[in-house]
């Protein structure tokens, strides 16, 4: 019995062009793009780590909060029927050092008086010759309220070695600085799911880490590898959105995603309010993270950067569901003619061998050196560096600034995500009628003045400090999405993206920066945080208006076109177009 062409489970493959094949796969894409499962499916699978991400904007906050209340314990009165007030009383007493140092008593022989006699002696001794004041770790160790609820009890993260608790949010902008460039590199390189899988693998090991170390060295690295997965995941899941979705669900879809980021502070605050002690609250916010995997499976890799790297096979698959019948018809060779033939000139010149020096000048610096060459450029360059710095600065210490502000943290975070959410709206309203640079100024003058009108309201008065901190808040959040478009059309062609790249590296200076400002100079006056960022982000307003406004006019391509987008626009218009 024969077998029939349909039972042949090898068909012949037809052959097609690759133009013709990659108009094929294109129309496609634009047709499943346009809606439908296809779509909804990349939506939720890119939003939902973005909403883990935001779990660790202010996690710091909650983890590794400074105790309510600290001492310190001297083993030599802990056999004592002393009170703790009257044990703190003894050693502390007449000290405003938080426990951090106590007085340098003979405490093995105050221990074995009673509370009454040991006041009594310490008061004659103290008018004869005061003791010195030592620290803590001398006498005892540190004891603390609560101690389960922060991370700061763990390793005695204060006093002497309270600079080392802000190194737990410094580490996590330092895997954002290295995860920003590192994973879109590997992401154009190996494709947007590739660079998704490793940033989840690093998502996952972090939370690992940082829930079960018992090493802080080991805490940092998990914080760090969090930080370089933020950027692993947010990265690949927004291209993802922007390559392969229409125009017409492209830019809900964008403020959606970005709007899921203030989403998972909100779910944090809430967590956190009901999860007290901090290895809880770190194991509940790991375990969300597991759900990456699924991720992973169910994600496929981009078909616009499949076609891009001429994997059609498997592009086909995803679009059709089906396996490609088509094979791509080999290009016919060239004529024999038009191949060089002539040795000389494919043999150096003599005296034309070029350093390694104008190699790299003429190579991979080329587009860095032609930021500062140009003066024009230079004058956009260092601006923009400075918006960004400030920007980006004031956006972490307004995340950051809780215990500054004297307000509870969990109220805090919660106010902090829901001001987050409307602040992408409003831009793109405010961008259709008022353009680029004056949305930018605008801005900016709204977040300098919010922030400084902290310092006209009475210290007590803790509910219009926080109403005028959030409202800073928004400001810079809505700055934030502005700065990056308005930056992003002020450069031509040939140099956009080092100009973003580097401009990119300036914000996680700022971002860096911004625990230092809230831990260490809030430590000096609860104000200074909010009245750094408010002096800078105002000189960063009037830095603006020395830009030129991109919105009405088409983009540069040369560099010698972009100091005057509006010059060369009209100029442009006036001349015939040329054949």
Same mark, same amino acid.
């Given at each position: 019995m024969?077998?029939?062409?349909?039972?042949?489970?090898?068909?012949?493959?037809?052959?097609?062009?690759?133009?013709?094949?990659?108009d094929?796969?294109?129309?496609?894409?634009?047709?499943?793009?346009s809606?439908?499962?296809?779509?909804?499916?990349?939506?939720?699978?890119?939003?939902?780590?973005n909403?883990?991400?935001?779990?660790?904007?202010?996690s710091?906050?909650?983890?590794?909060?400074?105790?309510?209340d600290?001492?310190?314990?001297?083993?030599?009165?802990?056999?004592?029927?002393?009170?703790?007030?009257?044990?703190?009383?003894?050693?502390?007493?007449?000290?405003?050092?938080?426990?951090?140092t106590?007085?340098?008593?003979?405490?093995?022989?105050?221990g074995?008086?009673?509370?009454?006699?040991?006041?009594?002696?310490?008061s004659?001794?103290?008018?004869?010759?005061?003791?010195?004041?030592?620290?803590?770790?001398?006498?005892?160790?540190?004891?603390?309220?609560?101690?389960?609820?922060?991370?700061?009890?763990?390793?005695?993260?204060?006093?002497?070695?309270?600079?080392?608790?802000?190194?737990?949010?410094?580490?996590?902008s330092l895997?954002?600085?290295c995860?920003?460039?590192?994973?879109?590199?590997?992401?154009?390189?190996?494709?947007?799911?590739?660079?998704?899988?490793?940033?989840?693998?690093?998502?996952?090991?972090g939370?690992?880490?940082?829930?079960?170390?018992?090493?802080?060295?080991?805490?940092?690295a998990?914080?760090?590898?969090?930080g370089?997965?933020?950027?692993?995941?947010?990265?690949?899941?927004?291209?993802?959105i922007?390559?392969?979705?229409?125009?017409?669900?492209?830019?809900?879809?964008?403020?959606?995603?970005?709007?899921?980021?203030p989403?998972?502070?909100?779910?944090l605050?809430?967590?956190?309010?009901?999860?007290?002690?901090?290895?809880?609250?770190?194991?509940?916010?790991?375990?969300?993270?597991?759900?990456?995997?699924l991720?992973?499976?169910?994600?496929?890799?981009?078909?616009?950067?499949?076609?891009?790297?001429?994997?059609?096979?498997?592009?086909?698959?995803?679009?059709?569901k089906?396996p $490609?019948?088509?094979?791509?018809?080999?290009a016919?060779?060239?004529?024999?003619?038009?191949?060089v033939?002539?040795?000389?000139?494919?043999?150096?010149?003599?005296?034309?061998?070029?350093?390694?020096?104008d190699?790299?000048?003429?190579?991979?610096?080329? $587009?860095?050196?032609?930021?500062?060459?140009?003066?024009?450029?230079?004058?956009?360059?260092?601006?923009?560096?400075?918006?960004?710095?400030?920007?980006?600065?004031s956006?972490?210490?307004?995340a950051?600034?809780?215990?500054?502000? $004297?307000?509870?943290?969990?109220?805090?975070?919660v106010?902090?995500?829901?001001v987050?959410?409307?602040?992408?709206?409003?831009p793109?309203?405010?961008?259709?009628?008022?353009?680029?640079?004056?949305t930018?100024?605008?801005l900016?003058?709204?977040t300098?003045?919010?922030?400084?009108l902290?310092?006209?309201?009475?210290?007590?008065?803790?509910?219009?400090?926080?109403?005028?901190?959030?409202?800073?808040?928004?400001?810079?959040s809505?700055?934030?999405s502005?700065?990056?478009?308005?930056?992003?059309?002020l450069?031509?062609?040939?140099?956009?993206?080092?100009?973003?790249?580097?401009?990119?590296?300036?914000?996680h200076?700022?971002?860096i920066?911004?625990?230092y400002?809230?831990d260490?100079?809030?430590?000096?006056?609860?104000?200074?945080p909010?009245?750094?960022?408010?002096?800078?982000?105002?000189?960063?307003?009037?830095?603006?208006?020395?830009?030129p406004e991109?919105?009405?006019?088409?983009?540069?391509?040369k560099?010698?076109?972009a100091a005057?987008?509006?010059?060369?626009?009209?100029?442009?218009?006036?001349?015939?177009?040329?054949?």
């Amino acid at each position: 019995m024969t077998k029939s062409k349909d039972d042949n489970p090898e068909k012949t493959r037809e052959h097609i062009s690759e133009e013709s094949m990659k108009d094929l796969l294109t129309k496609q894409l634009e047709l499943v793009g346009s809606g439908g499962a296809y779509v909804w499916a990349i939506f939720f699978l890119c939003v939902t780590p973005n909403i883990l991400n935001g779990f660790h904007v202010s996690s710091y906050t909650l983890l590794g909060h400074l105790p309510e209340d600290q001492w310190c314990g001297l083993p030599d009165l802990d056999a004592t029927n002393w009170t703790l007030a009257q044990r703190r009383h003894i050693a502390e007493g007449g000290l405003n050092s938080g426990g951090c140092t106590v007085w340098d008593w003979n405490y093995k022989h105050l221990g074995q008086m009673s509370y009454e006699a040991a006041l009594n002696y310490t008061s004659h001794m103290s008018e004869i010759n005061r003791p010195a004041e030592v620290s803590c770790k001398v006498k005892g160790s540190y004891e603390y309220a609560d101690p389960e609820s922060t991370f700061v009890s763990d390793w005695d993260l204060t006093c002497e070695r309270s600079i080392q608790r802000t190194s737990a949010q410094v580490s996590l902008s330092l895997g954002k600085f290295c995860g920003s460039f590192s994973f879109g590199i590997l992401a154009d390189k190996f494709g947007r799911k590739t660079s998704f899988s490793l940033g989840a693998a690093f998502f996952v090991v972090g939370s690992f880490f940082c829930t079960f170390s018992p090493w802080y060295s080991l805490f940092l690295a998990g914080r760090f590898a969090l930080g370089a997965a933020s950027s692993g995941l947010f990265y690949p899941a927004f291209t993802m959105i922007v390559e392969n979705v229409c125009l017409k669900h492209r830019s809900w879809m964008s403020i959606a995603f970005s709007a899921s980021y203030p989403i998972g502070m909100i779910i944090l605050a809430i967590i956190g309010y009901l999860i007290q002690p901090w290895r809880h609250l770190q194991l509940a916010l790991t375990i969300p993270s597991l759900l990456l995997i699924l991720n992973c499976y169910l994600m496929n890799e981009s078909p616009r950067w499949l076609i891009t790297n001429q994997r059609y096979d498997r592009v086909y698959k995803i679009l059709f569901k089906q396996p $490609s019948h088509y094979e791509i018809q080999p290009a016919l060779a060239a004529p024999s003619s038009d191949l060089v033939t002539d040795k000389k000139s494919l043999e150096p010149e003599a005296g034309s061998s070029v350093s390694l020096l104008d190699k790299l000048k003429s190579g991979p610096l080329k $587009s860095i050196i032609e930021l500062f060459a140009n003066p024009s450029v230079r004058k956009l360059i260092f601006t923009s560096y400075f918006m960004f710095c400030v920007t980006s600065l004031s956006y972490y210490v307004t995340a950051l600034n809780a215990a500054n502000l $004297s307000v509870s943290r969990y109220l805090y975070i919660v106010a902090t995500g829901l001001v987050d959410i409307p602040s992408y709206l409003v831009p793109v309203i405010m961008l259709r009628f008022t353009g680029r640079r004056i949305t930018t100024m605008f801005l900016f003058l709204w977040t300098g003045v919010s922030l400084l009108l902290v310092l006209a309201v009475p210290t007590g008065s803790t509910t219009w400090i926080v109403a005028f901190a959030m409202l800073g808040r928004f400001g810079i959040s809505a700055t934030y999405s502005v700065v990056t478009l308005y930056t992003a059309e002020l450069y031509p062609t040939q140099i956009r993206n080092s100009a973003l790249g580097t401009c990119s590296t300036f914000a996680h200076v700022g971002s860096i920066s911004a625990p230092y400002v809230v831990d260490v100079l809030g430590a000096l006056g609860w104000y200074i945080p909010t009245t750094i960022c408010g002096c800078c982000v105002l000189v960063a307003g009037l830095l603006t208006l020395t830009l030129p406004e991109t919105g009405t006019d088409k983009l540069s391509d040369k560099i010698d076109r972009a100091a005057a987008p509006a010059a060369v626009a009209a100029t442009d218009a006036a001349q015939p177009e040329k054949k």
